[in-house]
Structure formats: structure tokens, C-alpha cells
């Protein structure tokens, strides 16, 4: 079945990096797009962009650019968000999630289980 | 870039009753509108999309109507285990924005 398993748990302090791995399995890869969304403790989604596992291309959402780069590694079937620059205000579950039909515009569906990231000095 | 609205923010409803939440685009998105519902402590699930499309697997107490700007998510007879926060998101184009959120809770 397709499956989605990300990255454990982050903890960071401000200023630094962090880098979260998608794994996915069960289906071809390189044949739909990823989108990354993130949840604040007790806040709603926000979508954050999206990779295409083909041809690398990538698609930020303005409040994120300068600060987020999407890449994926084809050979292992695995997409990387990179939020740079952390704050506190970052802290949250981030989810990769998969688009049907090959097209970046489409629902999500599956997701995977999250990974918590926690900016805090 | 267009705004995704929900309301009500949440609600409260008894066992068996009718619940409607309702989802308003800034601007026309056709029928690119998508329905989640998110369980404590759980990872979102689609259920519903293409506006009214039930996801497979979803019970068929859930439906969705509408297009343009106006969209509605209907739960016939709740059940316990609807106690969720539903969000709508557009997915149209880019920014596929969602809404705020509807927390539904059972009396």
C-alpha cells in the first residue's frame, strides 16, 4: 500500500537548520507530487510547497522562500523539506503529503505521520 | 491570493444529529476544494474531494456540495468518533491554502 514514513522527532535552536526526510514506498515515486504542510501546537495546517520527484522542481509558498528548499533523492524514494534560519515560532509538526494524479494540484492524500520540530535555546 | 474561510469555528451537536460546516473561497475555485478531518493527537485524512467526490472508505454519512465560492460539509447521524477538526483546502493552484478549521464536538 502507499506509505509516506518520515523523520523522527527535532529538537533546534534558534538559528539553526533542520532537514526532514519522506520516505515512500509502494508506489512509483518519481511519478507524484509532494507537498510539505506544517501545524503549530493547538493552530491549523499551512501549506509550505511542493516538489516534483521527477524533475526536482519546486513550488514555495512566499512566507517560506529564502528559507525552505525541497529536494529528493529518486534512488531511495525519499523527499527532504530543509527549513533554514529556525525560530520558535517554527516549532510544529511538519507533514509531507502526496498528490494524486501526477499534477501538483490535487488533494492529499496519503500523508505521512509527522515530525515534530521543536525550535527552543 | 484567494482566502479560504470556515464556519462555524466549532460546534457541539448530540448523537445522531444533522452537522453542517460550511466553506467560503475569496474568489472562485471551481470545484477544487477538498474536505480533511484531523482526530486528536492523529494526521489528517481526506474525506472528501472534487467538492462532493467521497474518498474511499469514508462512511457515506459524510457529503460535500458546492462550487465556485460556496462549499458545504455535511455529517449525517454523528457518531462519537466524529469528534474531529474538519478543514477545507483549495487546490486549484498554488498556494493550496487551507481553511481555519472546524472543531466538532459530540454533547
Known amino acids: 500500500q502507499v506509505q509516506l514514513v518520515q523523520s523522527g522527532a527535532e529538537v533546534k535552536k534558534p538559528g539553526a537548520s533542520v532537514k526532514v526526510s519522506c520516505k515512500a514506498s509502494?508506489?512509483?515515486?518519481?511519478?507524484?507530487?509532494m507537498h510539505w504542510v506544517r501545524q503549530a501546537p493547538g493552530q491549523g495546517l499551512e501549506w509550505m510547497g511542493w516538489?516534483?520527484?521527477?524533475?526536482?522542481?519546486?513550488k514555495y509558498a512566499q512566507k517560506f522562500q529564502g528559507r525552505v528548499t525541497m529536494t529528493r533523492d529518486t534512488s531511495i524514494s525519499t523527499a527532504y523539506m530543509e527549513l533554514s534560519r529556525l525560530r520558535s515560532d517554527d516549532t510544529a509538526v511538519y507533514y509531507c503529503?502526496?498528490?494524486?494524479?501526477?499534477?501538483?494540484?490535487?488533494?492529499?492524500?496519503?500523508w505521512g505521520q509527522g515530525t515534530l520540530v521543536s525550535v527552543s535555546s | 491570493d484567494i482566502q479560504m474561510t470556515q464556519s462555524p469555528s466549532s460546534l457541539s451537536a448530540s448523537v445522531g444529529d444533522r452537522v453542517t460546516i460550511t466553506c467560503r473561497a475569496s474568489q472562485g475555485i471551481s470545484n477544487s476544494l477538498a474536505w480533511y478531518h484531523q482526530k486528536p493527537g492523529q494526521v489528517p485524512k481526506l474525506l472528501i474531494y472534487a467538492a462532493s467526490t467521497l474518498q474511499s472508505g469514508v462512511p457515506s454519512r459524510f457529503s460535500g456540495s458546492g462550487s465556485g465560492t460556496d462549499f458545504t460539509l455535511t455529517i449525517r447521524n454523528l457518531q462519537p468518533e466524529d469528534v474531529a477538526t474538519y478543514y477545507c483546502q483549495k487546490y486549484d493552484s498554488a498556494p493550496f491554502t487551507f481553511g481555519p478549521g472546524t472543531k466538532v464536538d459530540v454533547k
Open positions: 516538489i516534483n520527484p521527477n524533475s526536482g522542481g519546486t
Open positions: 503529503a502526496r498528490v494524486e494524479d501526477g499534477f501538483p494540484s490535487g488533494w492529499f492524500d496519503p
Open positions: 509502494g508506489y512509483t515515486f518519481t511519478g507524484y507530487y
